[in-house]
């Protein structure tokens, strides 16, 4: 196993570097206006933005750059009539935009952060664009609209429902509209549906967005270079100390690794390849990193991503995601978080995370109705963004439900299955067989299936008999699902698939023990009685992919805010999943990369130009921020004249 070559290989580093004796740490010694902590989406944007105000950036990032961005399926939530919306043939607005994602904050985002990253987003489309992320083929040069419902749509698509516009309320609330933008490139087209993993755009969006960065002469980035602490002056963020390895091609290329094996969480179901990578990397800056200070006249962005690769504070601020499969990169570690915080900065909502355990497609699994494990109520209606349906079955019974099917529904989600209608992608079918052969109980009746499942049989009847009246009717009386996905499940044998959002102790305990999961491509069919094994003996499958949404405490500018009277920091500013955003009231695809975008830009916006001048540039919104500009103008001025 590579990771019990690293100590030699150390050695080996330890040995050049004492051999040559002047060892060269690339950190440029000068002062920049803007020095941005971490190299994703925030990053990125934040760069841009304030290299386009004509501030000399300095970007770090403890590895390469792209963190979570980079791997990430590379949705976008972008809305308010951009082109692509235009191309497929929907009108959407600012306002329509913030009805519909008001409901989905659930009251957990001001009303002021909702309607600026609203009126923003047509902006931010095309600074994306502007950047070299494309949303059309070229040579069409038209957008192309993925109808159905799907987590992520055929290859060639760039534009699809990627949220809960025609979900109820949302379909009430908001004229629905298509908002998942996807990034084009040469090829998607061709024929994917058979990968083994998701079909990620990350990369495209990140590369894009990178080649923009490297060509900028006003920004400088700097690898493996970890932020350690805001430097303050006066009560205010002058610059950054960062540990940087040195410039030893060695060193760099072992550390890129290990954040490339401690990311792959999904061939590491006990978690301790990822603790390894993290204690190695971190020894390396121990052993080989350099301090050294960097001034930043005008702001420090941090944009080092969440936490949820932090065991211990998952377990301080998230236990009941405790034991999921953390979705993100080895960054995300909380160091971002906690920088902030050693600069007195407070820290929001750091128990909201978003948990995937996508059952459609198939989306025969749409017309299932999904029960509670305790009164075998429904709790939802099922044609919600799946993260939204896992929230509710957090809030409803720790994150587990039964899929309740009927025999017609089974077969047809096989054939499904079979025949990939529905566009299924390679890993899609294989967690859908996981679901129907390995996690799914079975009876003649419903009391039968009850008694299976150890749910009250009574309550299950109810629920079932409602439900099928409802479908019979043609209208959910509960929740409003779609009549497109209400069907009568009247037929015996009944089904019920397990779905657990959640990692037990006594599974916890099993899959420490376990070594390193299957190997990437193992089929599933070899893999089914291994499953099933694991499954009865208590292991959910799959783990339950999760990442972190709260973080610093940042105001309307992304200011972060002091943990002593929630008044700005001066000069310190935070992005992405670093801070508290637009995601953080609920995550549907897009919507954190969407945030990151326009958090970062907003950051470098207000670090470069105060929220005076900002105002004035294209795009930038005005709205009902009238009242706080005048506060805010003083603090600026004061930041510029000392200067
Ligand atoms: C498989 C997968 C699929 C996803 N799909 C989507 C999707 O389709 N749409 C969507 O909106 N979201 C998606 N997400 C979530 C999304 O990718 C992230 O939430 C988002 O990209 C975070 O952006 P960021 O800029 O805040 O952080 P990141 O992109 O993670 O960037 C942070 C950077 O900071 C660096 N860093 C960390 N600590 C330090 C430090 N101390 N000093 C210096 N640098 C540091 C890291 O190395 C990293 O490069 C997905 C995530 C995953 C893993």
């Known amino acids: 196993m590579f990771l019990s070559k690293v100590p030699n290989r150390i050695a080996a580093i330890r040995k050049t570097l004492s051999a040559s ?54 949705v976008i939530y972008l809305g308010g009539g951009t082109q692509s919306q235009i191309d497929a043939g929907f009108e959407d607005d ?43 083929d070229p040579s069409k040069d038209k957008a192309v609209y993925w109808p159905k419902k799907a987590s992520l749509p055929p290859g060639d698509s760039t534009i699809y429902w990627s949220g809960n516009e025609e979900a109820q309320p949302w379909a009430s609330a908001a ?16 024929k994917n549906e058979d990968s083994v993993q998701a079909p990620t755009r990350g990369h495209v969006l990140f590369n894009a967005l990178d080649a923009a960065v490297t060509s900028n002469p006003n920004i400088v980035v700097q690898e493996h270079c970890r932020g350690v602490s805001v430097l303050m002056e006066n009560g205010r963020a002058s610059g950054l100390r960062v540990r940087a390895l040195p410039d030893l091609p060695a060193i760099g290329a072992l550390n890129q690794m290990l954040y490339g094996i401690a990311t792959m969480t999904e061939y590491d179901f006990t978690g301790n390849a990822r603790r390894e990578c993290m204690r190695i990397s971190g020894e390396l800056f121990e052993e080989f990193g350099q301090e050294h200070d960097v001034t930043a006249t005008k702001g420090v962005i941090i944009s080092a991503g969440g936490y949820f690769f932090n065991d211990s504070w998952v377990e301080k601020y998230a236990p009941d995601r405790r034991g999921n499969m953390p979705l993100g990169n080895m960054g995300d570690d909380g160091s971002g978080i906690a920088t902030g915080q ?22 025969g699994f749409l017309s299932a109705a999904f029960v509670d494990t ?4 429904r709790f939802s209606n099922e044609d919600v963004y799946n993260a939204k349906l896992v929230d509710r079955q957090f809030a409803r019974a720790d994150g587990k439900a039964w899929c309740i099917i009927d025999s017609k529904l089974y077969q047809e989600i096989e054939a499904e299955i079979q025949d990939g209608s529905n566009v299924l992608y390679g890993f899609q079918r294989w967690l859908s067989v996981i ?39 043609g209208g959910d009386t509960n929740f409003g699902k779609q009549p497109k996905y209400l069907r009568p499940l ?122 005076a001048d ?17 506060s805010e103008v003083p603090i600026m001025e004061a930041t510029q004249s000392k200067l």
């Open 342 to 363: 050693g600069a007195g900065g407070a820290i929001t909502m750091m128990n909201r995370c978003t948990t995937w355990k996508f059952m459609a497609p198939p989306n």
């Open 490 to 611: 009247d037929e015996p044998p009944f089904y019920a698939v397990w779905v657990d959002g959640t990692i037990g102790a006594p599974q916890r305990a099993l899959l420490r023990a376990l070594p390193i999961a299957a190997p990437k491509y193992m089929t599933m069919f070899p893999m089914l009685p291994l499953i099933k094994a694991a499954v009865n003996l208590g292991v959910t499958m799959p783990p339950s992919p999760t990442f972190s949404l709260g973080g610093l405490h940042v105001d309307i500018s992304q200011r972060v805010l002091n943990e002593k009277d929630l008044k700005p920091i001066p000069g310190l500013y935070a992005a992405g999943r670093s801070a508290s955003g637009v995601a953080t009231g609920g995550y549907v695809s897009g919507l954190s990369i969407a945030d990151a975008v326009f958090a970062g830009r907003r950051a470098a916006r207000h670090a470069t130009l105060g929220v």
């Open 94 to 136: 600012a306002e329509n935009m913030y009805r519909c994602l008001k409901i989905e904050s659930e009251g957990a985002v001001d009303d002021d952060r909702m309607r600026a990253f609203c009126e923003e987003s047509k902006g931010n489309f095309e600074f994306l664009r502007d950047n070299g992320v494309k949303f059309a």
């Open 175 to 190: 004229r629905p509209a298509p908002r998942g933008h996807w990034p084009w490139f040469p090829g998607c087209g061709d």
């Open 435 to 473: 679901s129907l052969k390995a996690l799914c109980k079975q009876g003649n009746s419903w009391a039968q299936l009850a008694r299976a499942c150890g749910l009250p049989a009574d309550g299950l009847e109810k629920t079932m008999e409602r439900y099928n009246d409802d479908a019979r009717r």
């Open 374 to 377: 305790k009164c075998a109520q």
């Open 21 to 74: 004796g002047d060892m060269h740490v690339p950190v440029p010694d000068k002062s920049y206006d803007v020095v941005v902590m971490g190299y994703g989406a925030a990053g990125a944007a934040a760069a841009l933005e304030a290299a386009a105000a004509g501030a000399q950036v300095l970007v770090i990032d403890g590895s390469v750059g792209g963190g979570s961005t980079q791997r990430s399926g590379g």
């Open 614 to 630: 900002a105002t004035a540039a294209a795009g930038f919104y005005t709205g009902s921020l009238a009242g706080r500009e005048m």
